[in-house]
């Protein structure tokens, strides 16, 4: 069963650019890769740009040479939709909101990820959390790989 989820980071213009992800979604998994290895405005942008995916990982883009698609994933590789499954572009890119209250009421996933300002946020079912990284959830999962 999966647990979905959304991620997506605001523009300076204020509007959101949000992309789908159906595995993993809980603040241990994808709140924990998010934390670890998506810190960084750019590499933010780099992964919500490519659409919606199947499952978030340690890294965007596969190595050189590499055979890496959704029946045959590179490790450690995030496997997208529209890249890795061949699905159409236009029905799994990215989605921009005019502001944080439309993503926020349109968004309906068990997890809604937010980056904005180096900072991860998320929307749950029955929460809002501003800084992800300082929850209990995501701080066992990161002291684990120390």
């Given at each position: 069963m999966a647990t979905r989820s959304s991620i997506a980071y605001e523009r300076e213009d204020g509007t959101i650019v949000s992309s789908y992800c159906h595995y993993d979604g809980y603040l241990q998994s994808a709140g924990a890769q998010l934390v670890r290895n998506y810190s960084?405005?750019?590499?933010?942008?780099?992964?919500?740009?490519?659409g919606s995916m199947s499952y978030l990982s340690d890294r965007i883009y596969p190595s050189v040479g590499s055979n890496h698609s959704?029946?045959?994933?590179?490790d450690g590789i995030t496997v997208f939709y529209h890249r890795d499954r061949g699905e159409n572009l236009e029905q799994t890119a990215p989605t921009v909101y005019d502001s944080f209250d439309a993503w926020f009421e349109a968004n309906d996933q068990e997890y809604n990820y937010l980056y904005v300002d180096g900072t991860w946020q998320c929307k749950t079912y029955d929460r809002f959390i501003t800084d992800i990284a300082n929850t209990d959830e995501v701080k066992s999962i990161l002291k684990e790989l120390i």
């Open positions: 960084e405005a750019e590499k933010v942008e780099d992964l919500v740009v490519l959704f029946e045959t994933p590179e």
